[in-house]
């Protein structure tokens, strides 16, 4: 899942600033914060914004929330933006887990998540 590699590489740039070399903390923040960008950005260009509701709408603000903070969080060497980043991925990761828990009929043939659903009712 996307937002599990987004949350290991917001937690290794985290983990990076007790890195006493300065040169290794700031690649190791940079670096691994990029990462999580990319992901974000790609969860983000993957909305369909032609779906009625809100939905999609919504999470493109979202994504775009992150993305600024991870951004501010480079910058400025600040942890607190990417604590904040972080609370909003694993809420949505909570919330696509649980629905396609109780949803069932969004799985892939061999049982597993397909990795998409429809958004239509």
Known sequence: ????????????????????????????????????????????????????????????????YVLTNLQQANINKDVQKIVEADKVIAELREAWSEMLTQNPENTSPSGGPSGSISLQA
Do not use: C, H
Not at 22 to 51: F, H, W
């Open 1 to 64: 899942m996307l937002f599990d590699g987004y949350l290991r590489f917001t937690a290794a740039a985290t983990k990076s600033w007790d890195e006493p070399d300065l040169i290794k903390k700031n690649e190791g923040i940079n670096n691994n914060l990029i990462r999580a960008q990319n992901i974000v950005t790609e969860l983000q260009s993957s909305l369909d914004l032609t779906v009625p509701g809100d939905l999609p709408g919504t999470l493109y603000r979202l994504y775009d």
